[in-house]
């Protein structure tokens, strides 16, 4: 299985550019989550979903819009890319329940605006 | 709402020494409990995880954990440190919403000197 899978690896975007990261997972999980990794901070929830057509914010959404029109898909889009956007990006998917739950996480898509 | 906090950025041990790597959480509800390795330019991998149950964990590559409530600790340790095991290592816990998100620390760069 190849488990979550993101595209692309890295990226340069010009100020104001639009992009879309693509996340993709094959192992029927319901739950997916955007998380963005700065040096220092840790990771940082941007939008989850707990299913195909539901979604909603997490910690640090603003500048950033997510789908998920089936279960396998969650693109992260940015509409305007700003400097403070620069980062690494990771998706991750999981279970809907039970104590096995775990959290399997993409390779990362490695951002930089300028 | 939940918090973790690593104490210390950056840990140094000799080869063969001991690893301690900790992590405090605050949690409303019984916790679930995680640590996640990162090598360079790689996603995140599960070291370990707590759910119910006993409260020392054993995970992959020699790593253990104990749960302590008293204590509100979830701290890392290995007996004796490995040049590989130089990586960066988070600690997060897991939402008791629908969601199940996590909510990370801010991670402990480890360095193992020969």
């Known amino acids: 299985n190849a488990g979550v899978t993101q595209t692309p690896k890295f990226r340069i975007l010009k100020i104001g550019q639009s992009m879309t990261l693509q996340c993709a997972q094959d192992m029927n999980h319901n739950y997916m989550y955007w998380y963005r990794q700065d040096p220092g901070m840790g990771l940082k929830l941007i939008y989850y979903s707990v299913g195909a057509g539901i979604t909603d914010k997490g910690e640090v959404p603003n500048g950033y819009n997510v789908s998920r029109s089936t279960t396998e898909d969650f693109p992260l889009r940015l509409e305007l890319a700003a400097p403070s956007q620069t980062s690494v990006y990771f998706c991750?998917?999981?279970?809907?329940?039970?104590?096995?739950?775990?959290?399997?996480f993409g390779q990362g898509t490695r951002l930089t605006v300028v | 709402a939940q918090s973790v906090t690593q104490l210390g950025s950056h840990v140094s041990v000799s080869e063969g020494a001991l690893v301690l790597l900790r992590c405090n959480y605050s949690s409303s509800v019984p916790p679930y409990l995680f640590w996640y390795v990162q090598y360079p330019n790689q996603g995140l991998q599960l070291l370990l995880k707590y759910t119910t149950g006993a409260t020392l964990v054993k995970g992959i590559n020699g790593f253990e954990a104990e749960f302590k409530k008293s204590e509100t600790s979830f701290h890392l340790t290995k007996p004796s440190a490995h040049m590989s095991d130089a990586a960066e290592y988070f600690c997060a816990v897991m939402g008791s919403g629908s969601a199940r998100q996590l909510t990370f620390g801010s991670g402990t760069q480890l360095t193992v000197l020969p």
């Open positions: 991750a998917s999981s279970r809907r329940q039970g104590e096995n739950t775990e959290a399997f």
